[in-house]
């Protein structure tokens, strides 16, 4: 069952759910003692495909025409499709991005299969692989197996799997040219929706801190505010303090906000809700604060602080300041 990597790049610099894709890729491989390539697509690509090379794969696929410098769904679905056919993957997989959303079902349609998306984890049961996915914005995990023949799909949620456990080594490139002809692409490249067009994108930072019902009232935002400040992080927030209006829906972490998985999330004043467990328990390290020893934060949670926000925070703030000074 050889695994296929499907990356993602864009203006010649990665996405970095590329990593976690590609890492899950070795895993899988490694899990159903198969091998595992990877691909990226585009224009002008050569030096990704060789940083890519560097990593433990079987093989790494440039895929270049010049009618992919501009993302389309059409000339990213006849490529792609073109290279599955080649490649005869038995499984394809991709980080769930916007782009991938947004032509995956057409590449998998194409071919008669269907695609699991945004996939949280995985098991192999008598050498039988298992995806995960969530439902009902996180309350239930639901498992999928594949019936149909390969070439199978899935797309990967972001911080599902960790990008640092991508495992070295050396790859051959080989470039593919997929047949395409202007006529093939029904639609005009706009500028594209990127995750980064709100005003941050917290999908990108290595430290958040987060903020939550705890914090009372908007005036108390800045205290928050201040040990973000402390750790150079982002501050972002659970849907009851955006829905408030205390900070911008683009700081919202969780099923309706963004997914992320920073280095370090502290989670202040934050009970924990599946909805905003969903978007942030892939972080690498959680540290929660919160005076209720029974907040379903604790359970993800790596450190945990029981204890009045309005005491811990500035005394962290302060400790945090002395240690980076």
């Given at each position: ?6 990356l ?8 970095r ?11 899988l491989a ?9 691909a ?10 060789a940083?890519?090379?560097?990593r433990q ?10 009618l992919?410098q501009d993302?389309?769904?059409d000339?990213?679905?006849i490529?792609?499709?073109?290279l599955v056919?080649?490649v005869?993957?038995?499984l394809a ?6 782009q991938?959303?947004?032509f995956l079902?057409?590449?998998a ?15 192999v ?10 439902l009902f914005?996180g309350k239930?995990?639901?498992?999928y197996?594949f019936?149909d023949?390969?070439p ?8 599902a ?8 080594g050396?790859?051959?490139v ?6 395409l002809a ?5 639609t ?5 929706f990127?995750?980064?067009a ?8 290595a ?7 705890g ?17 150079g ?9 955006c829905?408030a209006g205390?900070l911008?829906?683009e ?6 906000g963004q997914t ?5 999330y502290?989670?202040?004043?934050i009970?924990?809700?599946i909805q905003?467990l ?8 959680i540290?929660?604060?919160?005076k209720d020893p029974?907040?379903?934060i604790?359970?993800v ?11 811990v ?13």
């Amino acid at each position: 069952m050889s695994i296929l990597a499907i990356l993602e790049q864009r203006g010649g610099a990665w996405n970095r759910m590329s990593f976690e894709t590609a890492a899950a890729a070795q895993q899988l491989a490694k899990e159903l003692n198969t091998t595992a390539s990877a691909a990226v697509a585009g224009q002008g690509i050569g030096s990704l495909a060789a940083e890519m090379a560097g990593r433990q794969f079987e093989k790494v696929y440039a895929v270049e025409h010049d009618l992919l410098q501009d993302y389309t769904p059409d000339a990213y679905a006849i490529a792609l499709r073109q290279l599955v056919e080649k490649v005869k993957p038995a499984l394809a997989i991709f980080p769930h991005t916007y782009q991938v959303r947004d032509f995956l079902p057409k590449l998998a349609t194409s071919l008669g299969r269907v695609a699991v998306s945004d996939v949280i984890a995985h098991r192999v049961e008598n050498g039988e692989l298992v995806l995960v996915r969530q439902l009902f914005q996180g309350k239930v995990n639901a498992d999928y197996r594949f019936a149909d023949e390969a070439p199978q799909f899935a797309s990967l949620q972001a911080g599902a799997y960790r990008a640092d456990l991508l495992a070295a080594g050396s790859a051959a490139v080989e470039n593919f040219a997929p047949q395409l002809a202007a006529a093939d692409i029904r639609t005009k490249p706009q500028a594209p929706f990127r995750e980064a067009a709100r005003a941050v994108d917290l999908g990108a930072a290595a430290i958040i801190v987060s903020v939550g019902r705890g914090i009372k009232e908007a005036d108390n935002i800045p205290l928050v505010q201040k040990l973000a400040d402390a750790f150079g992080a982002e501050l972002a927030a659970s849907r009851p303090i955006c829905d408030a209006g205390w900070l911008p829906m683009e700081r919202q972490v969780g099923s309706s906000g963004q997914t992320v998985a920073p280095k370090l999330y502290v989670a202040v004043g934050i009970s924990g809700a599946i909805q905003h467990l969903v978007g942030m328990k892939g972080s690498r390290t959680i540290v929660a604060i919160n005076k209720d020893p029974d907040a379903p934060i604790f359970e993800v949670a790596d450190y945990g602080i029981v204890g009045d926000l309005f005491q811990v925070v500035p005394e962290l703030t302060e400790a945090v300041e002395k240690a980076r000074s």
